[in-house]
């Protein structure tokens, strides 16, 4: 299974961005999908989640300005980050749990990072 994530890049504060990550591989099933972040000196943190149902998750940090979807058909998550902060700028991750036989255990999928850079 591999996560292939894109989208990042630098933008200004007060910009947008839209961060895709697409599933690709021996997938049977996908549960929660979603984005972490790690900024420079730090952990890694969750920033959004949402599962097959489309229950969604925030960290108390982005509510409103971020939005995380999915489509299930194309195993594909996205995060729509609008007015962004000098402190957002971090390597976002993606994340997958996937199951790649009806009987087997989820296992954790992480995609390889991509860079957003928040500065004027």
């Known amino acids: 299974v591999q996560l292939q994530a894109s989208g990042g890049g630098l933008v200004q504060p007060g910009g947008s961005l839209r961060l895709s990550c697409a599933a690709s591989g021996s997938i049977f099933s996908i549960g929660a999908m979603g984005w972490f972040r790690q900024a420079p000196g730090k952990q890694r943190e969750l920033v959004a989640a949402v599962t097959s149902g489309g229950t969604t998750n925030y960290a108390d940090s982005v509510k409103g300005r971020f939005t995380v979807s999915r489509d299930n058909a194309k195993n594909t998550v996205y995060l729509q980050i609008n007015s962004l902060k000098p402190e957002d700028t971090a390597v976002y991750y993606c994340?997958?749990?996937?199951?790649?036989?009806?009987?087997?255990?989820?296992?954790?999928?992480w995609g390889k990072g991509t860079l957003v850079t928040v500065s004027s």
């Open positions: 994340h997958a749990a996937v199951r790649t036989t009806g009987w087997g255990n989820w296992g954790d999928y």
